[in-house]
């Protein structure tokens, strides 16, 4: 597919704003792009609090992912299906 532009750090989505600064997280662009245009994108409070409930239901030593929740453990590795049973 050709070569890679020079800005293209590997993560995604990402987002380069006006003021030259990168930022990467999805849920923080989500969060910059509502307060610096409006609207109701960020999840209200509540939404935030039942999210957070899952931690609770997840395996301990898992983390959040982006892309496949709660199957990666704080090191990066995949947590093994034991983790879960």
Known sequence: PGQKPSYFSGQTPQMRWPEGNTQGESMDLVHEVNERFGGDLYPSADVTATADKFRKIFPSKSRPSSRAA????????????????
Do not use: T
Not at 71 to 82: D, H
């Open 70 to 85: 709660f199957l990666f453990g704080w090191s990066g590795e995949p947590l093994w299906k034991s983790e879960f049973e």
